[in-house]
C-alpha cells in the first residue's frame, strides 16, 4: 500500500514556473513507477509525465514535452514535476499516482495509487 500527498500547486500567470511535489509513504517506493496526470474541469483526467523506479525513463505528454521535468529522489521517496513556460491551457488539477511495476506507465487506468489532488492555475 501507498499514500501519496501532492503540495506545490498555486496560481501563476502565464510564463511562470512551478514545482510539484508528492511524497510517498512505504519504504518499497523505489519499486514504483510513477506519474503525474492532470484533470480540467469537464475533461477527463489525462496523462502528464511519468518515471521508472530508477529516475532514467520518462515519458511526456506532448502538450507538456520541453517544458515539464519529472523526476524523483528515492532516499525521500519524493517524486517531482517542474513546470515552466506555463500556459492557461495547463490549468487543472494535478495527480500524483503510483503503480508497482518496472515498466513506465502512461494510461490513467493502470496506475494503482493516487494522491488527493493539487490546483494548479494560470492565469492569461
Not at 512551478?18 to 506519474?35: E, I, P, Q
Amino acid at each position: 500500500q501507498v499514500q501519496l500527498v501532492e503540495s506545490g500547486g498555486g496560481l501563476v500567470q502565464a510564463g511562470d514556473s512551478l514545482r510539484l511535489s508528492c511524497a510517498a509513504s512505504g519504504r518499497t517506493f523505489s519499486s514504483y513507477t510513477m506519474g503525474w496526470l492532470r484533470q480540467a474541469p469537464g475533461k477527463e483526467r489525462e496523462f502528464v509525465a511519468a518515471i521508472g523506479w530508477s529516475g532514467g525513463n520518462t515519458v511526456y505528454a506532448n502538450s507538456v514535452k520541453g517544458r515539464f521535468t519529472i523526476s524523483r529522489d528515492n532516499a525521500k521517496s519524493t517524486v517531482y514535476l517542474q513546470m515552466n513556460s506555463l500556459k492557461p491551457e495547463d490549468t487543472a488539477v494535478y495527480y500524483c499516482a503510483a503503480r508497482r511495476a518496472i515498466v513506465v506507465v502512461t494510461t490513467k487506468e493502470h496506475y494503482d495509487y493516487w494522491g488527493q489532488g493539487t490546483q494548479v492555475t494560470v492565469s492569461s
